[in-house]
């Protein structure tokens, strides 16, 4: 389970949901919460000190409007956002972190060497892009899956911490049907086609039954849905239609037609989804 969340801030609107559902997972959890900003910037000393003390004024007074009943410290200490972030997360012994999304529309081109994408490469834990509008519980949880090791990590570190608990989960995986797309280009009959295509489907079906067997998930209840297409755009459609509250991602995985996660898939959904999302690292 959770025992420390640090959520990181930059006291701006877009780091009010990360704050919020930071708040929302402790009181949850029963884990102790630390509230970060980092100040940027060559400042005069006097300024700084004033920098600090708005930063520290600011953070109390939006704590305040909760009713913690988790233990919770404010930290605001200057630096690059990417290094403090990665430090206060080890010295905290945090077991996740909370950002905040870059609302703008062309974030999945830029996404790569943002202090989100960094800090999930290399801070060695699982981090949480809160996006989500309100801080409701997560009552449908999608985990996208193909079937390596990194992507059983990340489900199985999501149901450790807890995350989980009380929810709808629903394994995805997507994949493409190679069979059905070289007879028909080899203008064999539709039948045949259907008859090899179905028998694919069904192989993946029972690839997949036995993968998440394969977890230590204990007693979660679960659900597997398989989607037609691999990559970031096929996960994207089905999010956006079925409207999970969280997606859960491995960072990394292995190549091959079969496997998603390269790095470029996990960023363009965490670039792209209106939703929260878990990017959970291999070391992690």
């Known amino acids: 389970m959770l025992k420390s969340v640090l959520v990181a801030s930059d006291l701006s609107s877009r780091s009010e949901p990360a704050v919020q559902r930071a708040v929302q997972i402790v009181e949850a959890t029963g884990a102790g919460l630390t509230v970060l900003h980092v100040v940027e910037g060559d400042l005069l000393e006097d300024r700084m000190r004033e920098e600090v003390r708005s930063a520290e004024g600011y953070l109390s007074s939006q704590i305040a409007g909760f009713d913690l009943s988790s233990k919770t410290e404010i930290v605001v200490t200057m630096g690059h956002a990417f290094h403090v972030i990665c430090e206060q997360a080890q010295d905290c012994k945090a077991d996740m972190i909370v950002l905040g999304a870059h609302r703008r529309q062309f974030l999945r081109d830029v996404f790569t060497g943002t202090t989100i994408e960094r800090v999930t490469r290399t801070a060695g834990r699982p981090v949480l892009m809160a996006n989500a509008k309100t801080a409701e519980a997560w009552r449908k949880v999608f985990i996208a899956t193909d079937m390596s090791e990194a992507s059983g990590h990340a489900a199985c570190k999501a149901h450790a911490l807890g995350l989980l608990d009380n929810a709808e989960v629903t394994f995805v995986h997507g994949y493409a049907p190679i069979t059905r797309q070289m007879m028909t280009h080899a203008g064999i009959p539709v039948e045949r086609v259907h008859e090899e295509a179905e028998r694919e489907f069904q192989s993946t079906r029972r690839d997949l039954g036995r993968f998440i067997q394969g977890l230590d998930l204990g007693d979660l209840n679960y659900n597997a849905r398989i989607i037609e297409g691999v990559g970031a755009d096929a996960i994207a ?12 991602i491995g960072t990394r995985g292995l ?19 209106e939703i929260d999302v878990l990017a959970v690292p291999p070391q992690a």
């Open 255 to 273: 190549s091959g037609v079969k496997r998603l996660f390269l790095g470029s898939v996990a960023q363009d959904l965490m670039g792209s989804l």
């Open 237 to 248: 459609g089905l999010v956006e239609q079925a409207k999970p509250g969280l997606l859960v």
